[in-house]
């Protein structure tokens, strides 16, 4: 039976919990004859040790106090840092806590691959002090924040170049994330990275969960335009509120998320005379956010370039709102035209252009069959995303890997030769 280790810094800590969840939908759709261990930090109120949802978790510890182990959630380590810089007195501690993890993990179990989920920290932590040939063959996936910090610290660039060179094979969820890589190292080869997205379940999500009801116990009226993300800069919230003040048509806005953002985001909404067209949903567990999907009119993703260089990848939002079988409003930005592909499943956008993104609002709101029409082709083209099939595609990249080591080859070049 092959066996896999996952890292991520991002993993529900509990079955209710909101945090995405990609990285352990990706170990549950393997084929059954695959064995997954997931490894992650410890958070509050999590178990060190336990089996989720038929996988295997270990959290590892990074601090002295579980109390203080804070850096990782709720959200992301950078959006954490961001929102309190003084956590990045626990970033040492995650390094080493990471890297006694592995070395634990590694010695436990003989993995037939690992596959590291952002190049920092889990692949820096895989590239450094565990030799080529006794680590198993190492799959890493960048995210976009990643790439994002590296733009922005010097001394991550050079450290990237270790990761992509020491990795058997880096994927990314974007084809213009290939780009972003190769102009922060000219030695990088983007034909030899994989673009893979990451998948939506499409037993959860799926038109069926509609639920009128639901819309009224939350304030909602139809039409119901849905967001729904962490509220980060690189979101583009900011420009969706600016966009729904300007709309012709009447509708509600329902905002799915928090995030540092969020304050700000509201007195924004307030300040535009909003307050009684606009609803701020907070987090929703994963069961919730399905009836939301399903019983809204259409999903708009607004997201811009932050001014930090983050940026987002595939937003696996938007594969979710196409399983629910929604039309869907986006930018033209990074990932996002992998799902919305004007006049088939949805419509595009300037990334920040508040003007063009009310005009395709009001242009859905008008048009009853072009919402249907777009809202039956984005649930057509969501099965492209299924998990099986995102999961398939991963495991041809971890066979060929395990093949190459079997037969002593070298990794597949992630840079120039």
């Known amino acids: 039976m092959p066996s896999i280790l996952y890292t991520t810094s991002t993993l529900p800590q509990w079955p209710s919990d909101p945090e995405p969840r990609f990285v352990l939908d990706l170990a549950r759709a393997l084929p059954s004859d695959w064995r997954a261990t997931i490894l992650a930090p410890r958070a509050p109120g ?8 038929g996988i295997e978790v270990i959290r590892y510890r990074y601090a002295p106090m579980a109390r203080w182990q804070t850096l990782c959630y709720p959200g992301s380590i950078l959006g954490r840092l961001r929102q309190n810089p003084l956590l990045m007195a626990l970033v040492p501690g995650l390094l080493m806590g990471l890297r006694h993890a592995l070395a634990t993990e590694l010695r436990r179990h003989q993995f037939d691959c690992v596959h590291a989920h952002w190049l920092f920290p889990q692949g820096l932590m895989h590239t450094l002090g565990f030799p080529h040939k006794s680590h198993p063959p190492l799959i890493v996936t960048t995210h976009g924040g990643d790439l994002g910090l590296a733009q922005r610290w010097l001394l991550l660039r050079v450290l990237l170049g270790s990761v992509v060179r020491r990795a058997d094979r880096v994927t990314m969820v974007a084809p213009a994330m290939r780009e972003q890589l190769a102009a922060l190292d000219r030695q990088v080869d983007p034909t030899q990275m994989p673009v893979i997205p990451m998948g939506v379940d499409l037993t959860r999500f799926r038109p069926e969960r509609r639920d009128i009801a639901w819309l009224a116990t939350r304030g909602l009226s139809p039409p119901v335009i849905l967001f729904v993300g962490r509220l980060v800069a690189k979101k583009g919230v900011s420009t969706l509120l600016d966009a729904f003040s300007r709309l012709e048509r009447p509708a509600t806005l329902a905002i799915c998320g928090d995030g540092p953002e969020a304050a700000g985001l509201r007195r924004r909404t307030a300040a535009l005379g909003l307050c009684t067209r606009v609803r701020f949903l907070g987090a929703l567990d994963h069961q919730e956010l399905a009836v939301a999907y399903a019983s809204s009119d259409m999903f708009c993703a607004p997201s811009i370039p932050a001014p930090n260089g983050d940026l987002d990848g595939m937003p696996t939002v938007l594969a979710e709102a196409a399983a629910s079988g929604l039309p869907l409003v986006g930018s033209d930005l990074a990932g996002i035209p992998l799902m919305i592909l004007p006049g088939r499943t949805g419509l595009l956008a300037p990334p920040g252009d508040a003007s063009a993104f009310a005009q395709a609002l009001d242009l859905l709101l008008a048009d009853t069959p072009l919402r249907h029409r777009l809202g039956t082709g984005a649930l057509a083209a969501a099965a492209e995303f299924s ?5 398939a595609r991963f495991v041809e990249v971890y066979h060929a890997s395990i ?8 990794p597949i070049p992630g840079v120039m030769t």
Do not use: M, S, T
Request: hydrophobic content about 45%.
């Open 46 to 53: 999590a178990r060190a040790h336990e089996e989720l949802e």
């Open 387 to 391: 998990w099986p099939a995102v999961a």
């Open 403 to 410: 093949e190459r080591r079997r037969r002593g080859l070298l």
